[in-house]
């Protein structure tokens, strides 16, 4: 059974901060790892994707990947109250995270 | 907005019933995966559809079932609906070449089913 695990929240972080957020996987052979961003009663959506080791930065947005260690975490810098929301680990695409809550505080 | 869209929004049915759950994939895209979000969860994958076949499937009973068409428009049709099928219901439509590596996949809005 591959499983994706996240730590469930709440994730509290100052406005301008970095938050922080980390998803673990079973799956050795996983090879392609997504983070989205969900909304309180709306769809997931992609933030970023990532394949190789190391990081891979978009913007405010980081995904470090350590396929050695099965971990996969998701930076995003100076921290907005829009990116409050409910945060997706995807692993080999179809098998999710239960979602990691970020609040950010004004 | 992905050009992903599904239909209906939402829906009302009574245990027993079956319901038909409609998706259209993203322009150029091939391939639509179909997830069951329960409250407080994430995204449990049901099955995905690649060229009108069923490409994977996850740990749901056979009373979901689903189709694509050759426009690769997709239906997910659950029979004898019980209460714990309340969920948010995603399809999310993705370009494959065919190969292991899951690509990127774009989600619509979601139907959202209440069984009462």
């Known amino acids: 059974q591959k499983e994706v695990e996240q730590n469930s929240g709440p994730l509290s972080v100052p406005e301008g901060a970095i938050a922080s957020l980390n998803c673990t996987y079973s799956?050795?052979?996983?090879?392609?790892f997504f983070w989205y961003r969900q909304y309180s009663g709306k769809s997931p959506e992609l933030i970023m994707f990532?394949?190789?080791?190391g990081d891979k930065e978009d913007g405010r947005f980081t995904a470090q990947l350590n396929k050695a260690s099965q971990y996969v975490s998701l930076l995003i810098r100076d921290s907005q109250p829009s990116d409050s929301a409910t945060y997706l680990c995807?692993?080999?695409?179809?098998?999710f995270g239960k979602g990691t809550h970020l609040i950010i505080q004004p | 907005e992905t050009g992903v869209t599904q239909s209906p929004t939402h829906l009302i049915k009574t245990r027993g019933q079956q319901v038909t759950l409609r998706c259209s994939s993203q322009?150029?895209?091939?391939?639509v995966s179909w997830y069951q979000q329960a409250l407080g969860q994430g995204p449990q994958f049901i099955f995905q559809?690649?060229?009108?076949?069923?490409?994977g499937r996850g740990n749901f009973p056979p009373r979901f079932s689903g189709l694509q068409f050759p426009n690769y428009s997709s239906e997910l049709n659950v029979n004898a609906l019980e209460l714990d099928d309340s969920a948010l219901y995603l399809c999310?439509?993705?370009?494959?070449?065919?190969?292991?590596?899951?690509?990127?996949?774009?989600f619509g809005p979601g139907t959202r089913l209440l069984v009462l």
């Open positions: 999310a439509s993705s370009f494959s070449k065919g190969g292991q590596q899951q690509e990127t996949q774009y």
């Open positions: 799956d050795r052979g996983s090879q392609s």
């Open positions: 990532i394949y190789s080791n």
């Open positions: 995807a692993v080999g695409g179809l098998t």
């Open positions: 322009s150029g895209h091939n391939t």
């Open positions: 559809y690649y060229r009108e076949e069923e490409n």
